[in-house]
């Protein structure tokens, strides 16, 4: 289905597409995979949690970049959520977060259960933390926050 057959079967109420409902296509884009398949427990609530936390932060805005959420500010990224059904996730929802030069040896060492170091990014000092089973929203905040401060212009920064 195109992404424009997504958007109708979201926005107009009643609307079944190739025998589906809104509902499946909503459920299908938020997860990566159609509500019929549910192997294994789905953090839907962890990307809600995620979203709210980035787009509290000053201009911040999301884009849709590899398949998954990203979140920029003045389009520069500084979290990205990682779906545990796809390739980035590796078979658990997380959030990539740029990091101070050093912290993420710090962060993985420290807390191997909790901080990895991600594909692709990881070799540039971003740390991956794992948002399933006791995921540590109030500590998230504050990674999530220092991030943003690492790319936001001086005068966005200053409004934290």
């Known amino acids: 289905m195109s992404r424009h057959g997504e958007e109708l079967a979201e926005t107009t109420p009643g609307v079944r597409l190739g025998g589906r409902s809104a509902d499946y296509f909503v459920a299908a884009r938020v997860t990566g995979r159609s509500p019929g398949n549910q192997e294994g427990p789905i953090p839907v609530g962890a990307l809600t949690r995620l979203r709210k936390l980035c787009l509290a932060l000053p201009e911040s805005h999301e884009v849709e970049a590899w398949a998954a959420p990203t979140f920029r500010v003045r389009n520069k990224m500084f979290a990205m959520y990682a779906a545990a059904e796809n390739h980035h996730g590796g078979g658990r929802a997380s959030v990539w977060i740029k990091a101070a030069p050093g912290n993420q040896d710090v962060m993985v060492g ?32 504050e990674l999530l926050r220092d991030s943003y401060v690492l790319v936001a212009p001086k005068r966005l920064a200053a409004l934290l």
């Open 110 to 141: 420290a807390a191997p259960a909790r901080f990895f170091v991600p594909p692709y990014v990881g070799p540039s000092g971003w740390v991956g933390v794992y948002l399933d089973g006791g995921a540590d929203w109030t500590g998230l905040k």
